[in-house]
Protein backbone atom coordinates (compact mmCIF):
# COMPACT_ATOMS: atom_id res chain seq x y z
CA UNK A 1 0.00 0.00 0.00
CA UNK A 2 3.04 2.37 0.88
CA UNK A 3 4.11 2.10 -3.34
CA UNK A 4 0.60 2.30 -4.23
CA UNK A 5 0.55 5.69 -2.02
CA UNK A 6 3.80 6.68 -3.50
CA UNK A 7 2.79 6.37 -7.52
CA UNK A 8 -0.39 7.59 -6.72
CA UNK A 9 0.77 10.81 -5.29
CA UNK A 10 4.21 11.28 -7.43
CA UNK A 11 3.05 9.95 -10.74
CA UNK A 12 4.68 9.57 -13.34
CA UNK A 13 7.23 7.65 -11.09
CA UNK A 14 9.95 5.20 -12.05
CA UNK A 15 10.92 2.25 -9.61
CA UNK A 16 13.68 4.42 -8.72
CA UNK A 17 12.35 7.54 -7.49
CA UNK A 18 9.72 4.84 -5.41
CA UNK A 19 12.76 3.45 -3.83
CA UNK A 20 14.43 6.89 -3.22
CA UNK A 21 11.38 7.81 -1.53
CA UNK A 22 10.33 5.22 0.77
CA UNK A 23 14.66 4.87 1.50
CA UNK A 24 14.11 0.95 0.71
CA UNK A 25 14.56 -1.60 -2.08
CA UNK A 26 11.15 -2.26 -3.15
CA UNK A 27 10.39 -6.70 -3.32
CA UNK A 28 10.36 -8.02 -6.56
CA UNK A 29 6.71 -8.86 -6.06
CA UNK A 30 5.51 -5.57 -5.32
CA UNK A 31 5.02 -3.97 -8.72
CA UNK A 32 3.77 -6.79 -9.98
CA UNK A 33 1.13 -7.38 -8.09
CA UNK A 34 -0.25 -3.83 -8.50
CA UNK A 35 -0.04 -4.15 -12.51
CA UNK A 36 -1.49 -7.77 -11.76
CA UNK A 37 -4.21 -6.32 -10.17
CA UNK A 38 -4.52 -3.49 -12.50
CA UNK A 39 -3.99 -0.62 -10.22
CA UNK A 40 -0.85 0.70 -11.82
CA UNK A 41 0.08 0.71 -15.62
CA UNK A 42 3.82 2.02 -17.12
CA UNK A 43 3.02 5.55 -18.53
CA UNK A 44 5.97 6.08 -20.36
CA UNK A 45 9.91 6.68 -20.29
CA UNK A 46 12.29 9.29 -18.45
CA UNK A 47 14.18 10.85 -21.24
CA UNK A 48 17.26 9.83 -18.96
CA UNK A 49 20.04 7.49 -19.52
CA UNK A 50 18.35 4.03 -19.35
CA UNK A 51 15.39 5.15 -19.91
CA UNK A 52 13.52 3.82 -17.16
CA UNK A 53 9.54 2.95 -17.37
CA UNK A 54 7.70 5.90 -15.80
CA UNK A 55 4.64 4.47 -13.78
CA UNK A 56 1.05 5.67 -12.95
CA UNK A 57 -2.54 4.52 -11.52
CA UNK A 58 -5.39 3.28 -13.76
CA UNK A 59 -9.11 3.67 -13.94
CA UNK A 60 -9.11 0.54 -11.94
CA UNK A 61 -7.21 2.31 -8.75
CA UNK A 62 -9.44 5.41 -9.04
CA UNK A 63 -12.55 3.08 -9.16
CA UNK A 64 -11.51 0.55 -6.53
CA UNK A 65 -10.77 3.52 -3.90
CA UNK A 66 -14.04 5.48 -4.83
CA UNK A 67 -12.19 8.39 -6.06
CA UNK A 68 -13.51 10.10 -9.43
CA UNK A 69 -10.23 11.46 -10.64
CA UNK A 70 -6.49 11.45 -8.91
CA UNK A 71 -7.55 15.41 -8.10
CA UNK A 72 -10.13 14.00 -5.37
CA UNK A 73 -6.62 12.18 -3.69
CA UNK A 74 -6.52 13.47 0.02
CA UNK A 75 -4.28 16.75 0.89
CA UNK A 76 -2.45 17.67 3.48
CA UNK A 77 -5.18 19.60 4.80
CA UNK A 78 -7.30 16.23 4.53
CA UNK A 79 -4.97 14.24 6.58
CA UNK A 80 -4.34 16.74 9.08
CA UNK A 81 -8.26 16.86 9.59
CA UNK A 82 -8.23 12.78 9.62
CA UNK A 83 -5.43 13.12 12.38
CA UNK A 84 -3.30 11.22 10.07
CA UNK A 85 -0.74 13.47 10.16
CA UNK A 86 0.67 14.94 12.65
CA UNK A 87 -0.12 18.74 12.81
CA UNK A 88 4.45 19.48 13.44
CA UNK A 89 5.46 16.82 10.55
CA UNK A 90 2.97 18.92 8.60
CA UNK A 91 4.62 21.84 8.36
CA UNK A 92 7.57 20.67 6.57
CA UNK A 93 5.98 18.03 3.99
CA UNK A 94 4.35 18.91 0.89
CA UNK A 95 2.45 16.79 -0.60
CA UNK A 96 2.92 16.54 -4.56
CA UNK A 97 -0.57 16.56 -6.90
CA UNK A 98 -0.09 13.81 -9.24
CA UNK A 99 -0.59 14.54 -12.90
CA UNK A 100 -2.32 12.53 -15.87
CA UNK A 101 -0.33 14.51 -18.44
CA UNK A 102 3.25 13.11 -19.46
CA UNK A 103 6.44 15.31 -17.97
CA UNK A 104 8.66 17.39 -20.07
CA UNK A 105 11.18 14.41 -19.16
CA UNK A 106 8.76 11.55 -20.39
CA UNK A 107 8.27 10.18 -23.52
CA UNK A 108 5.23 8.35 -24.07
CA UNK A 109 5.37 4.77 -24.78
CA UNK A 110 5.62 2.92 -27.99
CA UNK A 111 3.75 0.41 -29.56
CA UNK A 112 4.42 -2.72 -28.02
CA UNK A 113 6.55 -1.23 -25.11
CA UNK A 114 3.90 -1.15 -22.64
CA UNK A 115 5.02 -4.27 -20.92
CA UNK A 116 7.13 -4.01 -17.62
CA UNK A 117 8.85 -7.18 -16.78
CA UNK A 118 11.62 -6.98 -13.99
CA UNK A 119 13.08 -10.12 -13.90
CA UNK A 120 14.62 -11.37 -17.24
CA UNK A 121 16.89 -14.86 -17.08
CA UNK A 122 19.48 -14.36 -19.38
CA UNK A 123 21.01 -17.75 -18.46
CA UNK A 124 17.73 -19.81 -19.76
CA UNK A 125 18.45 -21.77 -22.83
CA UNK A 126 16.19 -21.41 -25.51
CA UNK A 127 14.69 -24.37 -26.31
Not at 7 to 31: C, F, K, N, W
Not at 95 to 116: H, N
Request: zero cysteines; charged letters at 30%.
Amino acid sequence: METLAVISYHQPVTRAEIEDIRGVSLSRGSMELLLEIGWIKPRGRRRTPGRPLTFGTTDAFLSQFGLPSLDALPGKDDLKGLGLLDPRAATQLDIPRPSEDLDSDEEPLSEGDDAASFFVDHMEKDE
